[in-house]
T-cell receptor
Framework: GQNIDQPTEMTATEGAIVQINCTYQ??????LFWYQQHAGEAPTFLSY????GLEEKGRFSSFLSRSKGYSYLLLKELQMKDSASYLC???????????????FGAGTQVVVTP | GAVVSQHPSRVICKSGTSVKIECRSL??????MFWYRQFPKQSLMLMAT?????????EQGVEKDKFLINHASLTLSTLTVTSAHPEDSSFYIC????????????FGPGTRLLVL
């Protein structure tokens, strides 16, 4: 079957670091996306990993291990505005059935406290 | 770049009426657009994949006669919720993929539908 797991909620203080893990079991895996979604708003793109390893982009970094079916999003120097839901999404190979569609995890609500 | 708009942002309608939601890619051509639905405190559920000039591909359990999708051009896809009922009340979000920019999907701001 197809399954994407990530923790429901994480709490951290301002200035700290938080790591959000995502594990997946899926066929036709192509790559893994991380999106940020504030309440009542649409998701915004954070990162995309296709190859194994770490991708760093400012305060946010994302890691992928294809052999382990595992990814994490690392948020450094947390700010209050980082309080949001973080969605892990698996992209599938382009076929006439999938068209590169995304399958989303349930999201991890990150709460940043002062 | 990669801006996607949706209209309307919010709609309230009576049960039994139909509602059309537009999704536009403003600064790129979207060969593929996706329609999602999101209930409160839940993740995005893909409803259908819309390809320009061809019929949409619906996910299992999504009624294609109830959720009509038209992808008439490379910058516009529409979702029509026909004979809406209160259980159709949800947050509907579209995304668009620019084949020249790779795999990333860019999301519209969403449409909040409330059916009374």
């Amino acid at each position: 079957g197809q399954n994407i797991d990530q923790p429901t909620e994480m709490t951290a203080t301002e200035g700290a670091i938080v790591q959000i893990n995502c594990t997946y079991q899926t066929s036709g895996f192509n790559g893994l996306f991380w999106y940020q979604q504030h309440a009542g708003e649409a998701p915004t793109f954070l990162s995309y990993n296709v190859l194994d390893g770490l991708e760093e982009k400012g305060r946010f970094s994302s890691f992928l291990s294809r052999s382990k079916g595992y990814s994490y999003l690392l948020l450094k120097e947390l700010q209050m505005k980082d309080s949001a839901s973080y969605l892990c999404a698996v992209s599938h190979f382009m076929t006439t059935d999938s068209w590169g569609k995304l399958q989303f995890g349930a999201g991890t609500q990150v709460v940043v406290t002062p | 770049g990669a801006v996607v708009s949706q209209h309307p942002s919010r709609v309230i309608c009576k049960s039994g009426t139909s509602v059309k939601i537009e999704c536009r890619s403003l600064d790129f051509q979207a060969t593929t657009m996706f329609w999602y639905r999101q209930f409160p405190k839940q993740s995005l559920m893909l409803m259908a994949t819309s390809n320009e000039g061809s019929k949409a591909t619906y996910e299992q359990g999504v009624e294609k006669d109830k959720f009509l999708i038209n992808h008439a051009s490379l910058t516009l896809s529409t979702l029509t919720v026909t004979s809406a009922h209160p259980e159709d009340s949800s947050f509907y979000i579209c995304s668009a993929r620019d084949s020249e920019r790779g795999e990333t999907q860019y999301f519209g701001p969403g449409t909040r539908l409330l059916v009374l």
